[in-house]
């Protein structure tokens, strides 16, 4: 069964440098996600991406935030100057645009240490 | 502010049992709705989408209630396997979602 894939699984970074946490979404699959979660806390929305753009942002996703799918099959997330509330889950998700039901597969998420 | 609400529980149960989560959300202009699944420090699972007519998979019988905005989730014969946190998921426009906080759920044996 197709599944969205994560690397790392787990990263440590020191406040203020940049991180990329990478993401391969199902091959079919035309509209790419991340969350977050911060430990013991709901599940939060960032961007939407569809077409090689973004197609919706939450209050979140500020300038520290940039996404992109450099090639075919990888869909990115990177966070400039980490600060120690990134600290969190970070969710890449995808889903069909045929089937208007948008329903959306998680990958198994990189967990972000900010220190 | 667009929310969604749940009871967070936890609902602890007995095997075999029925339980029934509920589910408010504020934007009356939402679009689509979901059921999903959470273990603990897991990714979400979809467990199923949630349609107007309400819909059955198996055990699992949800319910949309437009006019009230509230969303059910009913699990009939609760299993051990069942334990987990149970988000609702609202998409307001476009592609953006909302996650509810979820309600946590205890299958005791």
């Known amino acids: 069964e197709p599944e969205v894939t994560q690397t790392p699984s787990h990263q440590v970074t020191q406040m203020g440098q940049e991180v990329i946490l990478r993401c391969v979404p199902i091959s079919n699959h035309l509209y790419f996600y991340w969350y977050r979660q911060i430990l013991g806390q709901k599940v939060e929305f960032l961007v939407s991406?569809?077409?090689?753009?973004?197609?919706?942002k939450s209050e979140i996703f500020d300038d520290q935030f940039s996404v992109e799918r450099p090639d075919g099959s990888n869909f990115t997330l990177k966070i400039r100057s980490t600060k120690l509330e990134d600290s969190a889950m970070y969710f890449c998700?995808?889903?069909?645009?045929?089937?208007?039901?948008?329903?959306?597969?998680f990958g198994p998420g990189t967990r972000l240490t900010v220190t | 502010r667009k929310e969604v609400e749940q009871d967070p529980g936890p609902f602890n149960v007995p095997e075999g049992a029925t339980v029934a989560f509920n589910c408010t959300y504020s934007n009356s202009a939402s679009q689509s709705f979901f059921w999903y699944r959470q273990d603990c420090r897991k990714e979400p699972k979809l467990l199923m989408s949630?349609?107007?007519s309400g819909n059955e998979d198996g055990r699992f019988t949800a319910q949309l209630n437009r006019a009230s905005q509230y969303i059910s989730l009913l699990i009939r014969d609760s299993k051990l396997s069942d334990s987990a946190t149970y988000l609702c998921v609202v998409r307001d426009y476009g592609q953006n979602f909302v996650f509810g906080p979820g309600t946590r759920l205890s299958v005791l044996p």
């Open positions: 998700a995808s889903s069909e645009a045929a089937s208007g039901s948008y329903e959306q597969y």
């Open positions: 991406f569809y077409n090689n753009e973004i197609s919706e």
């Open positions: 949630v349609y107007s």
